[in-house]
């Protein structure tokens, strides 16, 4: 069993990977298809910032086979197509493990063409590392060996997101649910609804709203205000909850949040006091994994002049166990045998501040330690140039998060 641990010298150490090897095989390539410019730019570039911080780790620590691992990104311009074009792009320069995160719609595209891509050219296969697309179907009816995700999912992070905030005495009993009109905000609805049981509640009302599009949210704030909801839980990411919480700010709403995406640079600055003791379900927060969370916290800031937030450190936990498979993955006749890669990697485990992080083979979802936290001043660490920050309320093991796998995925391996 492959642990990380923390500071960065044992990292270095555990990720020492075949140094001694002459310099003669074929690089690990990988490609980050990603959303890098356009209206939801901001998410993707915290996708990029992890994924270059984690490579840089891999790399001084000898890379793979002894050669640097290689880094090609793609911008993806936000949309299925360009990551459809893009993917074309980065097989034809090699790219062997594909990573993105911004947008579940994009991800369907992507384990798509990856799999019929690796249909078509058996010895050249591609694997897709999911760091952030939650959609429930990319672990249940699409799921494929050659795709792996490293975050939650719409089950998860409500049934954590409950957890955290009964235990918090928030949540109160009628709940509006608001979310983007595709896979992931459908998804969330679904569970939000699922959850009344669970959370003691009754959903008053339901909206979903389409994606990237509204520029003004006060008519949904005030719908949400009309239905005289206690709370509402949203799915909402990117400039959809940014508008949303302006909006809700400029309403003067008086509802309590409970979201999955609340730390997202730039929302609490939007929603100013209004953020005060709004909730959100997330994986990383340094408050509640003592000194290791702290030393990755300073190492981050120290090499990419920012302290790692909302989507970054899963990104960079989840680039950690691909290092752990390729540690484990040496050299077929010259290169990265990437049947063997995923077959490492559907069997990786790390630890993490969090706790410990696997993946589960049944369905290739990590099983991943989350935190609520909300917002307050008290909190350690001040976000957005604020006198706020995230102050955890509920630390849930991996084993305590987990939702079972879907009857629907059947995984089928080569061979």
């Given amino acids: 069993m492959n642990h990380f641990q923390f500071p960065a010298a044992t990292v270095a150490a555990i990720l020492a990977l075949c140094g001694a090897t002459p310099a003669l095989a074929a690089p690990v390539k990988i490609g980050l298809v990603e959303t890098l410019s356009g209206p939801q730019a901001s998410t993707g570039q915290t996708y990029r910032s992890a994924v270059r911080y984690a490579i840089d780790q891999i790399n001084a620590a000898g890379g793979w086979n002894g050669e640097p691992v290689q880094l090609l990104e793609y911008d993806n311009q936000g949309g299925p197509a360009g990551a459809a074009d893009k993917l074309k792009a980065a097989a034809a320069d090699g790219v062997q493990i594909v990573v993105q995160g911004a947008s579940s719609a994009i991800g369907g595209q992507i384990t798509e063409d990856v799999r019929k891509y690796n249909m078509r050219n058996p010895g050249k296969e591609m694997v897709y590392v999911n760091m952030g ?8 009816e699409k799921c494929n060996f ?20 009964k235990k918090a005495n928030a949540l109160g009993t ?14 969330m609805e679904q569970a939000i ?7 003691g509640y009754t959903v008053v009302e339901k909206t979903l709203h389409d994606v990237n599009k509204i520029q003004d949210f006060a008519p949904y704030v005030a719908k949400i205000s009309a239905s005289g909801a206690d709370t509402v839980i949203t799915g909402n990411w990117s400039n959809d909850l940014l508008l949303l919480m302006k909006a809700s700010k ?4 008086k509802a309590r949040y409970g979201t999955v995406y609340l730390d997202q640079p730039g929302n609490l600055a939007n929603a100013g006091d209004l953020a005060l003791g709004n909730f959100v379900a997330h994986t990383f927060n340094a408050e509640a994994g003592g000194a290791d969370a702290v ?27 691909v290092a ?3 540690k484990r993955t040496p050299a077929s006749k010259g290169a990265l045998n990437v049947n063997a890669f995923a077959t490492n990697l ?70």
Wanted: glycine share 8%.
């Fill in 174 to 187: 009628k709940v509006y649910a608001i979310n983007q009109n595709y896979s992931w905000g459908q998804d």
């Fill in 193 to 199: 609804v699922d959850d009344q049981k669970l959370g």
């Fill in 146 to 165: 050659y795709h792996f995700r490293f975050a939650g999912n719409a089950q998860v992070r409500t049934k954590s997101l409950i957890e955290g905030m």
């Fill in 250 to 253: 400029a309403a003067g709403l």
């Fill in 324 to 326: 752990d498979a390729l």
């Fill in 295 to 321: 030393k990755f916290v300073d190492d981050y800031k120290a090499k990419t002049g920012h302290v790692p937030v909302f989507v970054e450190p899963q990104t960079y936990y989840g680039m950690m166990m």
């Fill in 346 to 415: 559907e069997n990786a485990r790390i630890a993490t501040p969090m706790g410990e992080m696997s993946m589960r083979a049944a369905d290739h979802q990590a099983q991943l330690p989350m935190v609520v936290s909300t917002v307050a001043r008290d909190a350690r660490y001040k976000v957005d140039n604020t006198d706020m920050g995230f102050k955890p309320v509920l630390l849930l093991t991996a084993q305590e998060a987990s939702t079972p796998a879907q009857a629907s995925c059947k995984m089928k391996r080569p061979g």
């Fill in 133 to 140: 697309a939650e959609a429930l179907d990319l672990t249940g």
